[in-house]
């Protein structure tokens, strides 16, 4: 079983991505933002080899228009060195990597135009991977399109232009099922007529169910079908329903009892788990803890580490609830110690004298370091009652004076 989670990190410092405009687009802005993108993704793979997460899909703005006449710059071999280092990283960790093309690479769309670039598109994508010598078992992950007015159609259009691919692009590329247009099931006709894998997407089909009727579980056994043993292990997509927003918009956080329910009526226990969540890393961390096969307080303690000053702002009750379940070191209450976390994150509420006792004991860390100056702009922000301008200080000063307990704070990020 893997568990992975997609592009960004939250809470690991220097593992932001860069872009540029293409008014400032120029060689050496286009190489100076590509080092910095390769140099971030080189620290979330070290997050990601340090937490057991053995699934990441890397963001398609690693290389800033790199798909475009914009940039024309042979940037394999530029960062060939950089490439290396990653690929070397990543092969020896056993670290599955994919990536996913946002929504204007069409690949069935009436416009040649559009179909060219869509082309472009997953070459690019295709060459990333290539650089970072990953083999055809880490995938390139693609919507079939727009209906244009008759499925049918789109569908058979989608299937030729796949015939235009490199091979190698046809290697990779997988097709996933969406929330509007094509079902699981249309998705899998596609699939087995052009011999490549399909992706079951757990809310995309809550939203967009088929004709024919079956279980969560069936559905998968049945795009299981569709993956080869050169393919690698089948791969799903999982993520839960905002129930705040519109349908298909996903939650901030993964809520664990629910996730398990679906876990452990999957046919198979050890398949991909790509998690669409917007706390990223957050998520893939706790869904692995739950899922351990060796068990152990000293997981939830180091995350205990991470979370407990944004949980005391929120809930200095809930605080202590925490410290008291950790208290019994030869016991494991995972799904105990991730409800309470959920739920002190999840209320809204700002209460003034929660913030200010967790940001005096964040400050205790280098108050005695800390300039007048900055002990000024720390209590300016406390007037203020601005949460978000006191954290951005004390980021800054946690960066300063390395302080790196607090670097990994997520107190800090969230």
């Known amino acids: ?72 710059l042979d940037w394999r071999s530029i960062h060939a060195h950089e490439f290396s280092q990653l690929a070397t990283k990543i092969k020896a960790s056993g670290m599955r990597i994919s990536m996913h093309p946002g929504q204007y690479t069409v690949l069935n769309s009436p416009s040649e135009d559009v179909v060219e670039r869509a082309i472009e598109d997953l070459i690019y994508h295709d060459k990333v991977l290539t650089a970072l010598e990953a083999d055809r078992t ?80 069936e559905w998968i056994s049945e795009v299981a079908k569709t993956w080869l043993p050169e393919d690698g292990k089948q791969k799903i997509h999982y993520s839960q329903q905002d129930p705040t927003k519109q349908p298909g918009a996903h939650t901030q956080t993964i809520k664990l009892e629910t996730f398990l329910a679906f876990f452990h009526q999957l046919p198979d226990p050890t398949i991909s788990i790509m998690l669409e969540v917007k706390d990223k890393n957050l998520s893939a961390v706790k869904c692995i803890n739950a899922l351990r096969d060796e068990p152990h307080i000293k997981h939830l303690e180091k995350e205990w580490g991470k979370y407990k000053y944004a949980i005391l702002e929120k809930s200095p009750a809930i605080y202590q609830e925490i410290r008291t379940l950790l208290k019994d070191k030869s016991g494991y209450p995972v799904r105990e110690f991730y409800y309470l976390i ?49 954290k951005r200080h004390l980021l800054k000063l946690a960066t300063k004076y390395e302080v790196d307990y607090l670097l990994q704070s997520l107190y800090l990020y969230l």
């Open 138 to 217: 880490n995938k390139i992950i693609l919507h079939v399109g727009g209906v244009y007015g008759d499925k049918e159609v789109a569908m058979a259009r989608f299937a030729h232009n796949f015939e235009r691919l490199p091979q190698s692009v046809k290697n990779r590329l997988i097709i996933e099922n969406d929330e509007r247009s094509y079902t699981i099931e249309e998705v899998l006709t596609l699939a087995h007529k052009l011999r490549i894998p399909a992706v079951f997407d757990n809310l995309h089909h809550a939203i967009n169910l088929p004709k024919t009727t079956k279980t969560e579980a």
């Open 342 to 390: 959920e739920t002190a994150l999840a209320d809204t509420t700002l209460n003034p004298g929660y913030i200010t006792n967790t940001a005096a004991h964040v400050w205790g860390y280098f108050k005695e370091q800390a300039m007048p100056a900055e002990r000024r702009q720390y209590e300016r922000n406390l007037a203020k009652d601005s949460p978000a301008a006191l």
């Open 1 to 72: 079983m893997s568990i992975g989670y997609a592009c960004l990190n939250i809470g690991t410092p220097g593992t932001n991505q860069r872009s540029v405009t293409m008014k400032f687009a120029t060689p050496e802005k286009l190489t100076e933002v590509t080092a910095h993108n390769l140099a971030a993704l080189d620290r979330m793979i070290d997050y990601n080899i340090e937490n057991n997460i053995k699934l990441f899909r890397i963001s398609s703005d690693l290389i800033p228009f790199g798909s475009s006449p914009v940039n024309s």
